[in-house]
């Protein structure tokens, strides 16, 4: 990549957030099925989150939320099913589903620590590792083109207070992965809703990396330019840390850093990859803040003149899922920090900016492809596209990423200023 700003690449507002166009209904209630329940560690009794859940033999799916919880809607003609239920470090779990069950679930998780212990670890060339997973993107991934479901979130926080809540349901539509280019690939708004503080001071109108795009632009094995490219490998340096089982498989986990100093900010973080399969299944990343201004210049599009923007950080989180021999994007979450004060103005304002996509459905072999007017271009934001709209059915039979209790008390607020 030839910076990190140019390829992970999609605004969002803090102040401007969501939009959509009309969209068709997606079948009567009364044909589906919810699925409700909350997934613990059965250990320690404590909620997980980000908790893969889908249902077996199908590509339908979701993620817990902070809390652990979920909800699943499936066609009744398609049960009696089971769900799988993954998280790193943890096995396995399945559940049967009755064909009209529909009390909350609870699902125990349990931990894979007393299994990591008789794995004996190797010692292994990291970097050769890395490569030959990026070698083996064309025959791990995708060789069709696919239109994914995703369900995406976008919130602000001014402190720990919501000033704004974004929701989607996106189209994205990915060409093959045996050619790593994701010009082709575009993203479109089925419908969305946008919730935004009324007070006059918790406008900023500041534009940040992020947004929709997220499908596109954070997918690193599909996107060469950010991340897995041989050219880009020479300014890290990497090296082994403990095995992980994700999906009940043996996980590489490779560290990298930053080993040179360039004009641009690089990143740190971690690639997990499939030991037999050699391929990537996880990557936590951040933004290397050490210089405030290059880590400015990669997050920062735009602000108004006199508002001193300061960086804390930004993270990103992408995880794939294996279906049948084949490695698919499942989820993205991109995290920034930053503070902001005016000139002259003795205290700094700390705002949070969270994005998440987690892929609901997947159509493979999609001839299909978004028109361009209808594609979401990496210099919108959500209140180019989406209308305010919000009510407790708006999702019909979509699946989402369940609500924390504190966002839902957040909308409760917002609304009543909107009133």
Not at 77 to 105: C, F, Q, W
Not at 172 to 201: C, F, H, M, P, W
Request: glycine content about 6%; hydrophobic content about 35%; overall charge positive.
């Amino acid at each position: 990549m030839k910076n990190v700003e140019k390829h992970l690449v999609g605004w969002l507002s803090v102040c401007l957030l969501l939009c959509s166009y009309p969209v068709w209904a997606q079948g009567d209630a009364g044909d589906y099925l919810t699925i409700v329940g909350m997934v613990k560690d059965k250990q320690n009794k404590k909620a997980l989150e980000n908790v893969n859940v889908s249902v077996h033999g199908s590509n339908i799916g979701t993620v817990t939320n902070a809390e652990g919880e979920f909800a699943l809607k499936i066609k009744k003609t398609e049960t009696p099913r089971e769900l799988d239920i993954s998280h790193i470090g943890y096995v396995n779990t399945h559940i049967s589903l009755e064909k009209e069950t529909a009390a909350m679930l609870t699902v125990w998780l349990t931990p894979h620590s007393n299994l990591l212990n008789e794995v004996v670890v190797f010692a292994e060339n990291p970097r050769m590792i890395v490569e030959k997973a990026i070698n083996k993107i064309p025959l791990n991934y995708s060789d069709k083109r696919d239109m994914l479901t995703g369900f995406y979130r976008e919130t602000v926080q001014k402190g720990r207070r919501y000033i704004g809540i974004s929701e989607a349901v996106l189209d994205v539509s990915k060409t093959a992965y045996t050619n790593r280019n994701i010009n082709y690939d575009k993203v479109r708004v089925e419908k969305g809703r946008r919730l935004l503080s009324q007070k006059a001071s918790d406008t900023l109108a500041v534009k940040v990396v992020g947004g929709p795009n997220l499908g596109v632009t954070l997918d690193v094995v599909k996107n060469k330019g950010a991340l897995l490219d041989f050219e880009e490998l020479n300014n890290y340096e990497f090296w082994m840390a403990e095995s992980m089982l994700i999906d009940n498989r043996m996980q590489y986990v490779i560290n990298f850093r930053p080993k040179v100093i360039l004009m641009y900010a690089l990143l740190y973080g971690k690639l997990y990859i499939d030991r037999e399969r050699l391929s990537f299944t996880r990557i936590e990343m951040s933004l290397d803040m050490q210089n405030k201004s290059k880590a400015t210049t990669a997050i920062l599009y735009k602000k108004p003149l006199g508002l001193r923007f300061k960086p804390q950080e930004l993270s990103y989180l992408v995880t794939y899922k294996d279906v049948d021999g084949k490695t698919y994007l499942n989820y993205i979450r991109n995290t920034i920090r930053f503070k902001c004060d005016w000139k002259r103005k003795l205290f700094s304002t700390s705002y949070t900016v969270a994005s998440e996509m987690v892929v609901t459905d997947r159509k493979e072999g999609v001839l299909e492809n978004i028109p361009n007017k209808e594609a979401f271009s990496l210099n919108q934001i959500f209140y180019d596209k989406v209308d305010e709209y919000w009510n407790s059915d708006f999702w019909g039979n979509y699946n989402i990423i369940e609500p924390t209790e504190s966002l839902e008390h957040a909308v409760d607020k917002l609304k009543k200023q909107s009133n």
